[in-house]
């Protein structure tokens, strides 16, 4: 049995009305945060994204990804982007699809994957405007994007999400499938094609220009010298 | 004088390495379980109490607690008295995280060149830091560095005058630049004076301090609890998605400097702080 597990989510598996309605109550107190209007929680979402969906999703949303995401992260990126330079072909239709920036680590026999977590999105602020214009709608991640990126993914209906870093044992028991397919001698940063069912993930950036770190972090912030508006400011500037 | 072979250093490096990576210490699971109460934010505790599970997974499984199994840094602190023979035993340091990121199904996360940057397939080189300590023994850490925090860290060149609220400033600053890319809850590692280089050893190497020890220097160790309260009221929170806990302590370290420098340097840590130390 897979867990279901998502920063919003208490219980395993099962989960009677009783725990939907926690979870609602505990997404919602993200998604009030600002401006952000009440939504739906706890949505199970097909990836590909079929029509839509992608852009009705609104930041703090707690959801749960089935179906096909690929991986790609710093050096797939880099050459994706040199392919395009080329007006070569990617090596996966991005089309309506997610890229999850992930570089797991290598499988013990018997199993699909080891532990795989996401990385710092913002290394891939560069490439990722581009693959959004060409038709990509998510990409799945942890950390701070580029207005750059956040105005790509409001121009293409598209979603940012964050799964949570540094919880690689746990998010590996979503996975149900992994092939490289390609980049093979780039080893953990290869591109690979993942089968994932109920992968839990949370929308940070949305179609409509939220941005759940700007507003999360403000209602606890509490320290005057600290600018809680520009919280990893520095960084995004990119 | 004492001998030592340096199989002996390999294997237990091996063995660290796997451990680290794994198992994290006491301390550190007692630190998450403790901010899983104190944590304001709903959201924010259910992420500390996934990451709790985590743990678990990753100790019942074998599955690494993060992909990122790090860069491997090592302190060696060697006796005076001690000979090591077998063979060189810098080579036997790399040689045994050769063979844990290997066997124990380690990412190998580590590219040769930096710019052209070929991964070099089996995590090495190591980075070392060497020590010569009074006695017979030596100590090893191993302390696997992931790299979502490490982006994150800075030193700051600060001027005297600048004094103890530019020190401030200089860690507030670099937790607010992390946000949640640094994969918070933190450990804050601090290295104050000494050199450019000697306050980023400190600062590094004050990340495998226990995590409930504070500085035995008593305006230290204020600027350390001032500091983890202040951070605390950033609101980044658990994932950077609000709330309480931000970071899980402050370590600082601190140096005798020159009279025209104030060095400050802030390594950051990810709440995957990892650290195996065994002594030979
Ligand atoms: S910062 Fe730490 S927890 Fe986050 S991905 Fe890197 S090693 Fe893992």
């Known amino acids: 049995m897979l867990p279901r597990k998502s920063p919003c989510h208490k219980k395993l598996v099962t989960e009677s009305d009783g725990d939907r309605m ?21 949505r199970h979402i097909e990836v590909p994204f079929l029509e839509a969906s992608a852009a009705s999703l609104r930041a703090g949303d707690c959801v749960y990804l089935t179906g096909i995401l690929y991986t790609a992260r710093d050096a797939a990126h880099k050459r994706m982007y040199e392919a395009l330079e080329r007006n070569e072909s990617l090596p996966f239709d991005i089309r309506d699809g997610v890229i999850y920036y992930m570089g797991p680590s290598p499988a013990r026999p018997g199993r699909v994957i080891g532990s795989a977590g996401p990385t710092t999105s913002s290394r891939m602020d560069k490439y990722a405007p581009i693959l959004l214009d060409m038709g990509l709608k998510g990409m799945i991640g942890k ?27 746990l998010l590996s028991r979503s996975i149900v499938g992994a092939e490289v397919i390609a980049y093979e001698d780039l080893g953990t940063e290869a591109v690979r094609r993942l089968k994932v069912r109920e992968f839990p993930v949370i929308v940070v950036a949305d179609a409509e220009g939220n941005d759940l ?21 520095a960084i995004s500037q990119t | 004088m004492r001998i030592i072979n340096v199989d002996l250093v390999v294997s237990a490096i091996k063995e660290m390495c796997i451990e680290a990576n794994h198992f994290l210490s006491q301390d550190m699971k007692d630190a998450i379980e403790e901010a899983a109460k104190k944590e304001e934010s709903v959201v924010g505790r259910q992420i500390l109490e996934q990451l709790q599970e985590n743990l678990n997974i990753a100790k019942q499984e074998m599955i690494p607690i993060c992909q990122d199994t790090g860069m491997a840094v090592i302190f060696m602190e060697i006796g005076q008295d001690v000979h090591f023979e077998g063979g060189f035993l810098e080579d036997a340091i790399h040689e045994g995280v050769r063979q844990g990121y290997g ?11 930096p710019i052209l940057r070929k991964n070099t397939g089996d995590n090495t080189p190591a980075i070392i830091h060497y020590s010569i300590v009074p006695g017979d023994q030596v100590h090893i850490t191993v302390a696997p560095k992931g790299f ?28 607010k630049d992390a946000g949640p890319n640094a994969c918070p809850p933190m450990v804050v590692g601090v290295g104050i004076g000494g050199t450019f280089e000697k306050c980023a050893l400190m600062a590094k190497r004050a990340l495998s301090r226990p995590i409930d020890k504070r500085s035995e220097d008593s305006g230290m160790r204020e600027l350390e609890e001032e500091l983890l ?32 420098g104030l060095p400050v340097a802030v390594n950051i840590c990810c709440h995957v702080n990892r650290h195996a130390t065994r002594s030979l």
């Open chain 1, 22 to 42: 926690a979870d609602r109550l505990m997404c919602s107190e993200l998604s009030q945060v600002g401006t952000v209007k009440e939504i739906e929680m706890n």
């Open chain 1, 143 to 169: 950390g701070r994007r580029s207005q750059g990126v956040k105005d790509a993914v409001k121009r293409n209906g598209a979603v940012y999400f964050a799964a949570v870093g540094g919880a690689g044992a």
């Open chain 1, 213 to 233: 770190y700007d507003t999360a972090a403000q209602r606890y912030c509490r320290e005057a010298t600290v600018d809680c508006m520009n919280i990893g400011g």
């Open chain 2, 103 to 113: 066997e124990g199904y380690l990412r190998k996360s580590v590219v040769g060149n």
């Open chain 2, 148 to 175: 979502g925090s490490e982006n994150m860290s800075r030193i700051f060149m600060l001027k005297p005058s600048d004094g103890i609220e530019g020190v401030k400033n200089a860690v507030l600053t670099a937790v």
């Open chain 2, 229 to 260: 309260e202040r951070i605390n009221r950033s609101g980044i929170g658990p994932g950077g998605l609000g709330g309480t806990v931000t970071a899980l302590a402050v370590n600082i370290d601190s140096y005798p400097t020159h009279i025209a």
